[in-house]
């Protein structure tokens, strides 16, 4: 079966972090760029970071930029996301997807649209505490 499954999410305070992990099953991750995506209740789903298919490059956007970090282990068929120093506004579910994409990840994040990712997670959840 051919999927993406994140995992990882869950409580945690302010100050805090979490690791992210998407796990893909029936193809192979390393032909494929990867974005995260967060979508808050009653707001935009937005891409958080982009890691490109060929050389690891990587993007933030600005709301995440220092805190968190995007890698890849093309032998564990995988992407993490490490999220430190967690803010409440970083509450949402959180979601990877893959994409064949040879331009750069900062591309990829800001213009393409989530639909447009070939495979796509379920989400989890992430909620930080005050």
């Known amino acids: 079966q051919v999927q993406l499954v994140e995992s990882g999410g869950g409580l945690v305070q302010a100050g805090g972090s979490l690791r992210l992990s998407c796990a893909a099953s029936g193809f192979s991750l390393s032909n494929y760029a990867i974005g995260w995506f967060r979508q808050a209740p009653g707001k935009e789903r937005e891409g958080v970071s982009c890691i490109s298919s060929s050389d690891g490059s990587t993007y933030y956007s600005d709301s995440v930029k220092g805190r968190f970090t995007i890698s890849r282990d093309n032998a564990e068929n995988a992407v993490y996301l490490q999220m430190n120093s967690l803010k409440p506004e970083d509450t949402a579910v959180y979601y990877c997807?893959?994409?064949?994409?040879?331009?750069?990840?900062?591309?990829?994040?800001?213009?393409?649209?989530?639909?447009?990712?070939?495979?796509r997670g379920q989400g989890t959840q992430v909620t930080v505490s005050s």
């Open positions: 997807a893959a994409r064949r994409w040879w331009y750069s990840p900062q591309a990829l994040c800001v213009s393409s649209r989530y639909d447009s990712y070939q495979y």
